[in-house]
């Protein structure tokens, strides 16, 4: 079965960094696509940044310059990814999912529906 984990959340002043990494096992194809969205209560559920399994990424306009997502160097499967946030802003402030499915078009990379599984989720808060 697949699996997804998501971890590294926390609290952080604003102007402040936190790395999210997500780590997906289990796939029965090779091509693995993997992305972060977030929610808060109320409001849709965001993509947030996304990657293919050739290195396009893909961010939504209010974390781009921020955000970079990228597969982590010693997964050579490409089912490894790490958010690295910088500058992190007051609205940032969600629970942070890991999304991955079959790579299909570069431009799904933030469409939710494109994504089969989710892990659970980790909180990122950013306050003073």
């Not at 990228?70 to 802003?89: C, G, I, P, Q, Y």
């Not at 933030?110 to 989720?121: A, I, Q, T």
Request: hydrophobic share 35%.
């Amino acid at each position: 079965a697949v699996e997804v984990v998501e971890s590294g959340g926390g609290s952080v002043q604003p102007g402040g960094s936190l790395t999210l990494s997500c780590s997906g096992s289990g796939f029965t194809y090779s091509r693995v696509c993997l992305a972060f969205f977030r929610e808060v209560p109320g409001k849709e559920r965001e993509g947030v940044a996304g990657i293919d399994v050739d290195g396009d990424t893909k961010y939504a306009e209010s974390v781009s310059g921020r955000f970079t997502i990228s597969h982590d160097s010693a997964d050579a499967a490409k089912t490894t990814v790490h958010l690295t946030m910088n500058n992190l802003k007051p609205e940032d402030t969600a629970m942070y999912y890991c999304a991955a499915g079959e790579c299909t078009a570069w431009w799904l990379l933030l469409n939710k529906l494109n994504f089969p599984y989710w892990g659970r989720g980790t909180q990122v808060t950013v306050s003073p």
